[in-house]
């Protein structure tokens, strides 16, 4: 531990030595790094960041309920399902394939456009987080149900459980258990990509220091903004690796037995 420490310490004085010492260091602290800019810009983007976490909210609620349907659909046997699976395999597909932003643009000013009606900015954003999100998620749910073995599956029809119930009791338990550090990547991801319904006009953490910037003429209200979200994925980061140091050490336990 004491080894690391130092060799920590080290390579941190090092790498400040090489950053300030470089030519335009005082021009980029000015720019991005002014405490006073900061604290300014501080209300309006913690303010623009309670609108993220509120979309954030929403659209976990909306994938998680989306994702299972999908994975559930693709799991359907029998040639009366066909049109289902080929329905769901073409939507992760499609929407696997098209950028975030794009669907954005599409839900944002295509939906209003098509119902003549008008959308609050931060509904049709979760709506098309969870079109995009859903498509990821269900793929990995999917992968866990088909990694649980057919074993289960074969007891719990055995006892007398439809195909609904083993998927709901046995089979989607043990698949999202084992699905769980890839499932939490998404949900990192989806934090980060929450920022980009700003195009749609929302006044999240991104809009609101943007305002900032052309306020200040400054940076610095980018910089708030990304502490912001790197405080938000940090636990959920170290929720994964705790989760995946567990199952890892679970599987290495029943490998000893």
């Not at 010492?21 to 900061?38: C, I, K």
């Not at 810009?41 to 609108?51: E, M, N, S």
């Not at 200040?216 to 938000?232: C, K, S």
Request: aromatic share 10%; proline share 5%.
């Amino acid at each position: 531990m004491l080894i690391a420490a130092v060799s920590t310490v080290a390579f941190a004085v090092v790498v400040w030595l090489f950053v300030v010492n470089t030519p335009g260091w005082a021009r980029v602290q000015e720019s991005f790094f002014d405490p006073e800019t900061a604290l300014e810009a501080f209300p309006r983007v913690g303010a623009g960041f309670l609108v993220n976490l509120q979309i954030l909210a929403f659209a976990v609620v909306g994938v998680a309920v989306f994702g299972t349907l999908l994975a559930f659909l693709r799991t359907l046997r029998g040639a009366v399902f066909f049109p289902l699976r080929t329905l769901a395999t073409a939507y992760t597909d499609v929407f696997r394939g098209i950028p975030l932003i794009i669907v954005l643009y599409l839900v944002g000013f295509g939906i209003p456009g098509l119902l003549d009606i008008r959308i609050d900015k931060l509904v049709l954003g979760t709506i098309a987080l969870v079109i995009t999100y859903s498509a990821y998620v269900s793929e990995v749910i999917r992968a866990g149900i088909d990694g649980v073995h057919p074993s289960q599956w074969q007891g719990a029809r055995a006892l007398g459980l439809s195909h609904g119930q083993t998927l709901r009791l046995v089979v989607l338990p043990q698949a999202i258990r084992r699905q769980a550090p890839p499932l939490m990547n998404d949900f990192v991801a989806m934090q980060k990509d929450v920022g980009l319904v700003s195009i749609l006009g929302a006044v999240d953490a991104v809009r609101g220091a943007q305002i900032e910037t052309a306020r200040f003429a400054d940076f610095t209200p980018y910089i708030v903004a990304a502490v912001l979200f790197v405080l938000l994925a940090i636990p959920t980061i170290r929720l994964t690796d705790w989760i995946s140091a567990r199952l890892r050490k679970r599987e290495q336990m029943g490998a000893i037995v």
